[in-house]
């Protein structure tokens, strides 16, 4: 079993750049691929980005495509996602989600085993 925590979420202007991070823990960190998620109120959780074991393969949503980049340090068991030209829609709840499935990048929050407990992010326009 690992164990996720977010940080790095916190209240910024329109066109600011920010990077998430999630440290993992209890677990072999290379045995998954990971993932980013975005939640709001009221709807469920969005794909945003996912990475597999070794950092050669990612997948991104439309909506964050040339603007977020997914990377992982293995050696320090931790994942990242650094946003650029954030706007108010990408304001929510951010988790990160680990996959025991290393080679795969899936946007469906149902194949992912772990969850962290979210780090907020609000950008003002």
């Known amino acids: 079993q690992v164990e996720l925590v977010e940080s790095g979420g916190r209240a910024v202007q329109a066109g600011d750049s920010l990077r998430l991070s999630c440290l993992a823990s209890?677990?072999?960190?290379?045995?998954?691929?990971m993932g980013w998620f975005r939640q709001t109120p009221g709807k469920p959780s969005d794909f945003v980005a996912a990475?597999?074991?070794?950092?050669?393969?990612?997948l991104y949503a439309d909506a964050v495509k040339g603007r977020f980049t997914i990377s992982r340090d293995n050696n320090r068991n931790t994942v990242y996602l650094h946003m650029t030209n954030l706007t108010p829609d990408d304001s929510g709840e951010y988790y990160c989600?680990?996959?025991?499935?290393?080679?795969?990048?899936?946007?469906?929050?149902?194949?992912?085993?772990?969850w962290g407990q979210g780090t907020r992010v609000t950008v003002s326009s």
């Open positions: 209890r677990g072999i960190f290379s045995d998954y691929a």
């Open positions: 990475i597999n074991w070794i950092g050669g393969g990612t």
């Open positions: 989600a680990a996959d025991y499935r290393p080679g795969i990048v899936a946007p469906e929050p149902r194949v992912y085993d772990y």
